[in-house]
């Protein structure tokens, strides 16, 4: 079944391409507000939720695409859609030279609000964490 594709954007309160590089392309930098613990794999990460409730579910995802200091592309390890991935990018806003984190990722149709309210929590995390 394919999936649809959502881009969400974010303005990030940093000028620093290497701060916000490494909260989209690191273990220590994703565990701080994608899952509860992010490991590095030999070919990308393996992420880890639930932790608090004492139930976790780990999901690895493959890296599929970098480009340093611009995009970190992943795909779920057991992703049914060939076209489906999730893509974290950085760009930089030349109005106010903040980065803007544009996050790409599919869902199936009943399930686009439900994934969207899934990053704009991820979002809340990172602002918590980073202060971005």
Excluded at 13 to 37: F, H, P, Q, V, Y
Aim: aromatic share 10%; hydrophobic share 35%; proline share 0%.
């Amino acid at each position: 079944m394919n999936k649809r594709k959502i881009q969400i954007e974010r303005a990030l309160r940093s000028t620093s391409e290497k701060i916000i590089w490494g909260l989209i392309s690191t273990e220590g930098g994703l565990s701080k507000w994608m899952a509860d613990e992010v490991k590095e794999t030999d070919n990308g990460f393996l992420f880890t939720w639930g932790q608090e409730y004492g139930r976790t579910d780990s999901h690895g995802a493959a890296i599929v695409e970098v480009v340093k200091f611009h995009h970190l592309r992943l795909r779920w390890e057991d992703e049914d859609d060939d076209r489906a991935y999730i893509e974290l990018c950085m760009e930089k806003n030349e109005l106010t030279d903040d980065y803007i984190l544009r996050v790409t990722d599919f869902a199936l149709d009943d399930e686009v609000e439900t994934l969207r309210g899934l990053w704009e929590q991820n979002f809340e995390r990172l602002r918590q964490s980073s202060g971005l």
